[in-house]
């Protein structure tokens, strides 16, 4: 069967030409039937152009593009002589050409033309490096922004040249040529070739390839051919996509068989990257234990001790390996859905409930979640009692932590409904009244280098507070008895003075807020006078230090009266691209990149109790054969009816205005 011919279009030069639908954006997507080519090629002042004019009679093709920058043709005057030749190859081929077209298109020629160089001088360039056929389609290419070619050799002949002249466009859409004949025999040779030549777009699709395709890859010779330096670089990796981490052992072994008497020396280096506390323990005792390159190793010996010891909850590792991304499953978990209190975690892609582990100590009406490091801490208010879960080894452990120093009063008062981890595992805790709507009174910062609680003075009542950095971001609030725009940050590395920020665009107090992706959100809240339940949402953008709006929320998520306003029922957290409002009833997420809001109810079953009006959750990641020990709860994702909603609404508004 003969090969279609690949073209490749230069946006610049199909402006510059006139042809006929030239693009008008630099990033671009086109589909082209050949025998439309007919129609552009009157207008090409090319070398050999008619080899692209009899491709047209081919059938369509397919070909994505993406600009990075214009080529840089100018088109010469049709009766311009040439004024330079190339000659390239034994034979002396030669092509005639015109400066500026060369120097416009490429820095090479450009800088060659303005150097003292004697090429720069003389009317002939020697170009031996290149075969007769890639300077024909470097040049078609130059002048037409178009160029042919029927082979992955053919392509790699093109980057080559495209390199050394430094086109970046064509070395791109040749690039991308090649990446549709990637598999996963050629896959590893072919990022060797794109990593020599600088083509950036294939070397990032041949490493999303291999790490996509990973067990695959090792069997093929390429990989069995590898250096131990790359095996090394490949195994080392968290992007590789493996079903289990026992796979990365058996490569490691496979590869070491091709060559046991040159490679068997290297197996210490590469079984350190094996993770082997995300290995069974029953395989580690009775596979890779009785292996004799781990039996005739020292150091490999004592790390599989270490594991198992580890899996057996004997031993701490200080700092243990991370998990392999493949393996893991990024949840929400949480804490007040069920008639005891129980935690459970949910998975946004499924809609699947699952339950956590029983803790040690008696479910807690205020139980705060926050996720520190890999695990989870749970802490009654206070911290008068706190615990740590940890998803490796599936199991609960006590922390001990000084309570939060308050009065009799304020034990009364006051309750920790959230806790939010820095860097270096500092805790900030949101403190509220306890009554009514239980607005945010105060902020606690526990600090791990001093073991001790210190307050936060905030800047007014009530305000939305959120963290991100090094910085607490305190939003609206309310002041001598009117709700208030002003925003201000902290520095929590000083604590010292509250720097203001731009104000937000409405006046707020009691919102909920999210600090993700560089920016910080706030959700709703209510007025003082009159008092009104908000449902618009706004965004800040730190960097810029301004306000803008998004979507509402429907603030239809429970026929609780006021529950959603009110800081103990409902947790806002963020979870990858989308940020989470949960109830006991139901869940509203945002998607940042779309501005678009959606609800969906939590399954109404006895593992879940709707009279329950504490909420508190966090994001988490879990190895996803810690998930599969996990009772189901079940699947739910239906959208809130809207006789639902409407009860919700009338509810809040009735509670609002007792």
């Not at 690949?6 to 042809?19: M, Y």
């Not at 005057?77 to 005639?96: I, Q, R, T, Y």
């Not at 010779?221 to 095996?231: I, K, M, W």
Request: with cysteine; hydrophobic share 40%.
């Amino acid at each position: 069967m003969q090969t279609k011919p690949f073209l490749i279009f230069s946006n610049f030069d199909l402006q510059t030409f006139g042809c006929q639908g030239g693009l008008q954006a630099l990033n671009y997507n086109i589909s082209l039937n050949f025998k439309k080519l007919s129609q552009h090629t009157s207008s090409f002042n090319s070398v050999d152009s008619m080899d692209a004019a009899q491709n047209s009679k081919d059938d369509c093709a397919t070909i994505s593009g993406h600009g990075d920058s214009s080529p840089r043709c100018t088109k010469p005057k049709h009766d311009a002589p040439c004024d330079v030749s190339l000659m390239v190859g034994d034979v002396g081929k030669e092509f005639k050409a015109h400066r500026n077209v060369l120097a416009e298109a490429s820095p090479f020629f450009e800088k060659l033309f303005d150097s003292d160089m004697k090429e720069s001088k003389e009317r002939v360039i020697q170009l031996d490096i290149f075969s007769e056929y890639v300077l024909k389609k470097v040049l078609e290419f130059m002048y037409t922004g178009i160029v042919a070619f029927l082979a992955p050799q053919r392509a790699e002949e093109l980057i080559v040249a495209a390199d050394y002249l430094l086109l970046s466009n064509l070395k791109n859409f040749a690039g991308r040529f090649l990446a549709k004949t990637v598999c996963v025999s050629n896959c590893i040779s072919y990022l060797d070739f794109a990593e020599k030549y600088h083509c950036e777009e294939l070397v990032d699709f041949t490493k999303d390839f291999i790490n996509a395709n990973f067990p695959a890859v090792a069997e093929c010779e390429e990989f069995l051919n590898l250096s131990s330096e790359e095996v090394e670089r490949w195994i080392s990796s968290d992007g590789i996509n493996v079903s289990a981490e026992k796979e990365v052992y058996e490569i490691v072994c496979r590869w070491i068989k091709q060559n046991p008497e040159e490679r068997s020396p290297k197996f210490n280096e590469l079984f350190r990257h094996v993770r082997l506390i995300y290995m069974s323990r029953d395989y580690l005792s009775k596979e890779v234990k009785k292996k004799s390159l781990v039996k005739n190793s020292k150091h490999c010996l004592t790390s599989l001790k270490s594991a198992i010891s580890f899996l057996d909850h004997a031993l701490d590792l200080p700092q243990p390996q991370s998990i392999r991304k493949s393996l893991e499953k990024h949840v929400i978990v949480v804490a007040g859905l069920g008639k005891k209190n129980e935690i459970a975690c949910y998975l946004p892609d499924t809609g699947a409930w699952y339950e956590l582990p029983a803790s040690p100590s008696k479910p807690n009406t205020y139980d705060v979640l926050v996720s520190r490091g890999d695990k989870l801490d749970k802490f009654t208010s206070f911290f008068n009692i706190c615990e740590q879960y940890d998803p490796i080894r599936n199991r609960w452990v006590s922390l001990t932590m000084p309570n939060i120093p308050c009065t009799a009063d304020e034990v009364r008062s006051v309750k920790v409904v959230g806790a939010t981890t820095v860097t270096g595992g500092d805790i900030f805790a949101t403190l509220v009244d306890g009554e009514g709507f239980n607005f945010v009174v105060a902020v606690k910062w526990y600090s791990v280098k001093s073991g001790q609680w210190e307050s936060v003075a905030l800047p007014c009542f009530s305000p939305c507070v959120a963290f991100e950095g090094k910085f607490l971001y305190s939003m609206g609030g309310a002041s001598d008895f009117k709700e208030t725009t002003r925003c201000f940050r902290l520095d929590i590395e000083e604590l010292k003075n509250w720097e203001e920020l731009a104000p937000m665009q409405t006046a707020r107090y009691g919102a909920y807020g999210v600090a993700a992706h560089g920016k910080i959100f706030v959700l709703g809240g209510c007025t003082v006078n009159p008092t009104f339940v908000l449902t618009n949402c706004e965004v800040y953008n730190i960097e810029t230090n301004e306000w803008h709006c998004i979507a509402n929320f429907s603030g239809q998520l429970t026929s609780w009266p006021g529950r959603l306003y009110n800081r103990t029922c409902a947790a806002v957290l963020c979870h990858g691209t989308r940020l989470y409002i949960i109830t006991p009833t139901a869940t509203e997420w945002y998607n940042i990149e779309e501005n678009t809001w959606t609800r969906i109810l939590i399954p109404v079953s006895k593992h879940f109790n709707n009279a329950c009006s504490i909420v508190s959750a966090c994001s988490v990641r879990i190895p996803k054969r810690t998930l599969d020990s996990f009772r189901r709860l079940g699947v739910y994702s239906r959208p809130v009816a809207s006789n639902e909603a409407t009860e919700a609404v009338a509810s809040v508004k009735r509670f609002i205005c007792c």
